[in-house]
């Protein structure tokens, strides 16, 4: 007991929880948005979990903001679009500047590269999968100050190479 300290605080926790996660619900006629705000692993993890309940085929857009290349894929298989999100988690909530939405006539998932998430659907379901995902709905969530992008002042090309072999392997092209 002599160099015996108390016991850190369990940083995974603090990781993955921050308490801050939160969301807000919202009708716009007849389409409902969610806006999800949680630390940058949180909200990829959520990107990759919620996009399992879309449609068996979506239509992708990805625009990497440092390269300024855009990709485009119309009815993409659904398992292959998240098995690209699932190699890109790393990097993406490590340096941001990437867009990615996944998209159907009925329901949109947006991680913008500020690594925020915005869900739009014409039904009220995603509220209810947010909230068992342990978020707390509130009327409304702190707003970031963003100045100038990460992305524009620190390059990453790890993270750009890593999209750009996403986008090879859906076989989606490049727009520019």
């Known amino acids: ?15 993955f929880r921050s308490g801050h996660d939160g969301f807000t619900f919202t009708r716009n006629g007849d ?8 630390n940058a692993e949180r909200v990829v ?12 085929a979506v239509d992708v857009f990805i ?19 998240r098995d690209a999100v699932a190699r890109l988690k790393v990097p993406l909530a490590t340096y941001g500047g990437v867009e990615i939405t996944l998209y159907t006539s009925e329901d949109q998932l947006t991680l913008t590269p500020q690594l925020e998430l915005f869900i739009y659907s ?11 995902m342990n978020l707390e709905e509130r ?13 524009e002042r620190a390059p990453a090309p ?8 996403a986008a090879e392997r859906l076989s989606i092209k490049a727009e520019t």
């Open 45 to 56: 993890d959520l990107f990759y979990t919620l996009s399992e309940l879309m449609a068996p």
């Open 122 to 132: 014409r039904s009220d379901r995603w509220v209810y999968l947010l909230t068992s």
């Open 1 to 15: 007991m002599l160099f015996r300290s108390r016991t850190p605080d369990s940083t995974v926790w603090k990781r």
């Open 31 to 38: 389409v409902y948005e969610a806006k999800v705000v949680a």
């Open 158 to 165: 790890a993270l750009s190479e890593a999209v750009a072999a």
């Open 63 to 81: 625009q990497d903001m440092r390269s300024q290349m855009t990709w485009t894929g119309k009815s993409m298989p659904l398992p292959d679009v």
């Open 139 to 151: 009327a409304s969530l702190e707003d970031r100050l963003w100045g100038i992008g990460s992305w």
